[in-house]
């Protein structure tokens, strides 16, 4: 068996970068460099050739040989990536988990994040935490067969060793959007964005309905909570400065992301909403001369996320949670003038608030009466 130090010596030549040398003694190393690539390459890529890559597909996946060629195989894929930080080298390793998806899922527990601080490393980390789970391979045929003849914790088990790192906890998730840095913000809400997602997707293929509440209530545990993000809403406020500024742009492409992500929340784990206290008017401002003064794809992104949320308290009514904000007379007819004044171009989602609005302050104003027929 290949050592997993030799493999990760193979890597740092490979993918180390050469100094320009006019010294001929130095002349075989791009040679060198090209060869070992080719070979880390081989072992971590080619899944007919590569005995590394045949061992881990195979079955029996307690057994221990499989779990060592896991450990040294996942820690070389580490190394490959703080070796060369660079977008092919994020592309072959997107590459190398498509053809392991049993790599993929062990990169995933072992991943570590640094302090969740403004700088380079943590930045570049949350990237590359949410590019791997972008272009990641999605679970596996035999593990969505064990979802569905495994009990509800251990389905939920397999489904989030797919769909988020261990390291991507409730309190490093709350921590990266509280930061008062925007890019540390929209960073740790991408990673966000990508894991409810990857959620959403997987738990669509699971019939059981029994098992998708209890993954989906699960892994709101693990989630910051909505609160948070309405708050990260405030403090980037896109109406405080003047559009034109780079400020105001830092603040819309935040609240953009923050949109982004309540819809997800909203699509996949609407039971999230029972609590949360909030005018969710206030999403949009004070008033629709302010509002209008917003860049178009940001009013268009508020107005639809709005919509979003109305739908999942439309659909949430068998957790007995009632839409407040959505039946109040002024939260509607705010939101019809914001619409009706909007320079927005008329797309099909635009087009079915006004009548939304109205259905839902109709059953305000009039609500309904369970009559006899007898």
């Excluded at 906890?169 to 409810?196: A, C, D, M, R, Y």
């Excluded at 009632?322 to 109040?328: E, K, L, M, T």
Aim: overall charge positive; proline content about 5%; charged content about 20%.
């Amino acid at each position: 068996m290949i050592k997993g130090s030799t493999l990760e010596n193979l890597i740092e030549i490979g993918y180390a970068s050469l100094k320009d040398t006019d010294d001929e003694e130095d002349s075989y190393l791009p040679d060198i460099k090209s060869e070992c690539k080719e070979i880390v390459e081989i072992l971590l890529c080619d899944v007919d050739i590569s005995p590394l890559l045949k061992q881990i597909n195979s079955l029996g996946g307690t057994d221990a040989t499989v779990l060592a060629v896991l450990q040294q195989t996942g820690k070389a894929m580490q190394t490959l990536l703080t070796t060369s930080p660079t977008l092919d080298t994020r592309k072959f390793a997107v590459k190398c988990f498509h053809g392991a998806p049993r790599l993929f899922q062990y990169w995933l527990r072992t991943v570590s994040l640094p302090d969740i601080k403004p700088n380079y490393a943590c930045l570049a980390t949350f990237s590359l935490i949410s590019f791997m789970l972008k272009n990641g391979p999605d679970l596996p045929a035999s593990d969505l067969l064990k979802i569905q003849s495994s009990d509800k914790k251990k389905a939920f088990d397999i489904i989030v060793s797919f769909t988020a790192p261990r390291a991507l906890t409730k309190n490093v998730l709350t921590k990266g959007i509280q930061s008062s840095n925007p890019l540390l913000v929209v960073e740790t809400l991408k990673s966000l964005t990508i894991v409810l997602s990857r959620f959403g997707t997987i738990i669509e293929k699971n019939p059981s309905g029994e098992k998708r509440k209890y993954a989906a209530e699960k892994l709101l545990t693990k989630m910051p909570d909505l609160q948070v993000l309405l708050a990260v809403r405030s403090k980037f406020d896109p109406y405080t400065h003047d559009t034109s500024t780079q400020l105001a742009r830092h603040h819309n492409f935040v609240v953009m992301n923050i949109c982004e992500v309540l819809c997800l929340f909203a699509n996949t784990l609407p039971m999230s909403f029972r609590t949360v206290q909030f005018e969710w008017i206030k999403l949009l401002s004070d008033s629709s001369v302010t509002f209008l003064s917003a860049p178009l794809s940001l009013q268009y992104r508020l107005l639809t996320t709005l919509l979003t949320i109305n739908d999942c308290y439309n659909v949430s009514r068998r957790y007995e949670v009632i839409f407040h904000s959505f039946i109040c007379t002024v939260m509607a007819f705010n939101m019809l003038s914001f619409l009706f004044h909007s320079e927005l171009p008329r797309s099909p989602t635009l087009c079915r608030a006004p009548r939304l609005i109205m259905r839902s302050l109709r059953s305000y104003l009039i609500p309904r009466t369970t009559q006899s027929t007898n």
